[in-house]
């Protein structure tokens, strides 16, 4: 591909997107999580009073803020199980039910300005290249092309 040319993936619905996996679910939970000042436990069982918790808690959330939005984003990256079972919380997240009540998080956060930039796409004109020197690590030689 030319550095010219732009490479935008096209969204239908931003919001179906962001819950369409782990991650986002798990940040749209943590927002809700931080928000409520911990008062809503993100590892409860799956039983009706979870959802009714939920619920509520999506219900009576506060404006996110910066400091809410880094916070959460934080714990649903170290939330994150790569090459492990997934995080009992991140299965019932899943749950349809889940989904529907995370929503209007979701919705939030697609239409705050300032998260827009996470639907806008990669441009390829750009990105950044990190070269680390490898000459002076005894066994490692420079890629072609370079001196």
Not at 61 to 79: C, Q
Not at 121 to 129: E, L, N, R, S, T
């Amino acid at each position: 591909m030319r550095a010219d040319r732009q490479t935008r993936r096209v969204l239908v619905d931003p919001v179906t997107d962001l819950l369409a996996g782990p991650r986002g679910r798990r940040l749209c939970l943590a927002l809700v999580h931080q928000g409520a000042g911990g008062a809503w436990p993100p590892n409860a069982s799956c039983d009706a009073d979870m959802w009714v918790a939920l619920a509520a808690a999506v219900r009576d959330r506060p404006e996110p803020t910066a400091g809410l939005l880094w916070a959460a984003l934080t714990d649903s990256v170290d939330s994150a199980r790569y090459g492990q079972e997934p995080d009992p919380t991140d299965v019932a997240l899943a749950d349809p039910r889940a989904v529907e009540l995370l929503q209007p998080v979701a919705a939030d956060l697609v239409a705050d300005p300032a998260n827009a930039w996470w639907w806008a796409g990669a441009d390829p004109a750009d990105q950044v290249v990190v070269d680390w020197p490898l000459s002076d690590i005894p066994g490692t030689r420079q890629p072609p092309g370079r001196g």
